[in-house]
């Protein structure tokens, strides 16, 4: 379990949509999924975002047959939870990809296609130094020449269009998994994402030894339409 990594989802709603768009080869243009907020869950844009908080997460919405955007709470609600989920305490915000066919908690949605991508510009690692120091990196994926994450200035400049899509910063898609919630106290489903871990690539080992599995692109949804479940 890597206890340290802190996403950092900043931006608002809207940059998120443009930002994770994808080509739509039936219309030949670039398409935006909708961001879907919750009367349950709300996003709240933060530049240092914890387990138990609302992240960005984009799923396939097998109803409309296109990827959206959702809030769900970073750390999966196990469903054996009973009364308020928001008091347990969160030890599930990261799954080990080698233990999940075997895991009572992940092995369920697996099976079930509740694959995910959890939106973010990039994540903290704490690389431990000398003594009981350490020092925060942040991470992401590789970007075009130019083109720095933690510049909000460049999300801002960044510019999205039918014809080319979203011109900017990458995001950093992180592979995860969901489920929904039933709790007795809300009106809807609460759903809840977990970040599959790894071992670290030698790009990033020397910093830590576990990394999130990070996929290349948000058309990762698009592509595995057949075996996303139903939201
Ligand atoms: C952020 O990017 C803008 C535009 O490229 C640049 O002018 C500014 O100096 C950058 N800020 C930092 C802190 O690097």
Not at 13 to 37: L, R
Not at 113 to 142: D, M, N
Not at 198 to 216: D, T
Request: net charge positive; proline share 8%; aromatic share 10%.
């Amino acid at each position: 379990m890597i206890i340290g990594v802190l996403v950092l989802s900043a931006l608002c709603a809207p940059k998120y949509e443009e930002a994770s768009s994808y080509y739509d080869d039936v219309n030949d243009e670039y398409k935006k999924p909708s961001f879907i907020n919750s009367d349950t869950l709300k996003f709240i844009p933060s530049t240092n975002l914890s387990p138990s908080e609302a992240v960005p997460v984009l799923v396939w919405d097998a109803v409309q047959k296109c990827p959206i955007i959702k809030p769900m709470v970073w750390g999966m609600i196990p469903p054996w939870t009973s009364g308020d989920y928001k008091s347990g305490s969160y030890t599930t915000h990261n799954c080990r990809i080698e233990n999940v066919k075997e895991s009572r908690l992940y092995s369920a949605p697996l099976t079930a296609g509740k694959r995910c991508v959890i939106l973010c510009e990039g994540y903290y690692e704490w690389k431990s130094t000398v003594g009981k120091h350490k020092q925060p990196c942040f991470l992401y994926k590789a970007q075009s020449p130019g083109m720095k994450p933690e510049n909000e200035s460049h999300w801002s400049d960044g510019k999205w269009s039918k014809s080319q899509g979203w011109v900017g910063p990458s995001l950093t898609y992180l592979a995860g998994l969901y489920s929904a919630f039933e709790s007795k106290k809300d009106s809807e489903p609460i759903l809840s994402s977990t970040v599959i871990t790894m071992r670290s690539s030698p790009a990033v080992s020397h910093i830590h030894h576990r990394m999130p599995a990070i996929l290349s692109s948000p058309e990762v949804v698009k592509c595995r339409e057949k075996k996303m479940a139903t939201l």
